[in-house]
């Protein structure tokens, strides 16, 4: 009878948990006494049990936009920040009436995105979304009206370099 050396049956037990899928975990929401919220694991906590689902995923790769006789003309972002030639909010468009309160927001810089470098976005005014090295965004539950949508290109040092032109976007109630 052979022997397996025990390293080797621990190495193929741990590759076995590692490739199974991890189960759902639980989360819990908790209001305190002050009405402050907070999500927990801990069923203890006294939360009630909430189903948390996954987010959808916006990818950050696009096709070339077509030309297109009938595509509005977008007013010119001003001059970036070197090295982008572009930078701008790509979708939704300018002026897009949206019948959902959940969208991407894309963003158009090229060359890509540097590095060092991070954007965040900002709806009426106010971060909506903290500074990531990302050129796609999610916005969820946006009240019904309209809103003004717009990014900011940070450098290494978190400062703002530059802004895409705004966008309005109106969500319908």
Do not use: C
Not at 11 to 23: Q, Y
Not at 26 to 39: A, K, L, N, P, S
Not at 56 to 78: D, L, T
């Amino acid at each position: 009878m052979r022997h397996i050396p025990a390293i080797k049956v621990v190495a193929f037990l741990l590759g076995v948990l590692l490739a199974a899928p991890l189960p759902a975990q639980t989360v819990y929401r908790v209001v305190d006494e002050q009405g402050r919220v907070t999500f927990t694991d801990n069923p203890a906590s006294g939360g009630d049990e909430v189903e948390v689902t996954p987010l959808p995923s916006v990818s950050s790769s696009r096709a070339a936009p077509k030309a297109s006789a009938q595509a509005p003309q977008r007013r010119a972002p001003g001059r970036p920040f070197m090295p982008y030639d572009r930078f701008m909010i790509e979708t939704p468009r300018d002026n897009t009436r949206l019948a959902n309160p959940t969208t991407a927001v894309e963003l158009s810089v090229s060359p890509r995105l540097r590095d060092d470098h991070q954007v965040r976005l900002r709806v009426n005014g106010e971060i909506s979304q903290s500074a990531l090295h990302s050129e796609a965004f999610w916005l969820a539950n946006l009240p019904a009206g309209t809103h003004q949508l717009q990014a900011e290109l940070l450098d290494s040092q978190g400062h703002v370099r530059h802004q895409t032109p705004p966008v309005h976007i109106t969500v319908a109630p």
